[in-house]
């Protein structure tokens, strides 16, 4: 009986996933759904993202987070449009929660939406949003070791970014042992050793993400 409402709930936020990846199609608006543990460095990555592409890219964002809008009000002094969800203790955000954010951007005038995840490696691998692609950060802090412990992350992953890479002379972190592991769960994934403090490895990410648009574009015919 659980799993049959487990299946209920999976398919209906899959369905409204559907219509929302519908409707960011139609506005041209490639989304990217970045998903971590608390602290790893996404809201760093989409602020260093919005000051590299500022000017050519129109960027939104949607915050999502427990509580507060801390995150949306550092990107919102970066001049692009923010819509903050609190999930009010959800651990994960999910499509009806992202269409409500959807109804309060001004859609005509994105090219390119982030999706910040609620903070946490297991739930927010479980549910779609409509993204088109999915972007994990892992920190060095956390340990090399996550993806056998956190597997669906990784296997859900587009591409994944080793973040904090400045910390690694303070850290047992073995980034051959990580690639491997992940590479071994997700043959297909991109992965990128980048520092959203110094911008080390910044360059593959602004590059895979430019080589995207184009990509996303050409196939749609725009
Ligand atoms: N040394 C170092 N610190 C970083 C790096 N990237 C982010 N930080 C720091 O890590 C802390 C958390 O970064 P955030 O970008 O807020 O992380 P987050 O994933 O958005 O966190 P939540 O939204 O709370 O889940 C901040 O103090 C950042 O300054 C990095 O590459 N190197
Ligand atoms: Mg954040």
């Known amino acids: ?28 608006i ?5 998903m971590s543990s608390p602290g790893a460095g996404k809201t760093s990555l989409i602020m260093q993202t919005i000051g590299k592409l500022k000017g050519k890219t129109r960027i939104a964002v949607i915050e ?12 919102s002094k970066q001049g692009v449009a923010v819509v903050q969800i609190n999930t009010a203790g959800g651990c994960h955000l999910d499509a ?10 001004p ?21 779609a949003l409509g993204e088109h692609k999915r972007a994990m950060l892992l920190s060095l802090p956390e340990g090399d070791d996550k993806p056998y412990k956190y597997p669906s992350m990784f296997t859900e992953a587009d591409v ?14 073995n980034i051959s042992a990580f690639i491997n592991a992940v590479s071994g769960l997700n043959p297909e994934v ?12 910044l360059a593959d990410w602004f590059s895979w993400l430019q080589d995207e648009m184009k990509g996303w574009k050409s196939r749609r015919g725009s």
């Open 1 to 28: 009986m659980e799993i049959k409402v487990l299946r209920d709930v999976l398919s209906a936020n899959d369905g409204i996933a559907r219509r929302n990846q519908n409707r960011l199609d139609k506005h041209g």
């Open 30 to 34: 490639l989304t990217i759904n970045l």
């Open 64 to 75: 999502g987070d427990i509580a507060s809008t801390i995150d949306a009000d550092k990107v």
């Open 96 to 105: 009806n929660m992202t269409e409500n954010a959807l109804n309060n951007l």
């Open 107 to 127: 859609l005509n005038d994105i090219d390119l939406l982030f999706i910040e995840n609620v903070g946490n490696l297991i739930c927010p691998a479980g549910f």
């Open 160 to 173: 994944v970014l080793i973040n904090k890479i400045d910390l690694l002379p303070y850290l047992d972190f």
């Open 190 to 201: 991109k992965i990128f050793q980048v520092s959203c403090k110094t911008g080390q490895g």
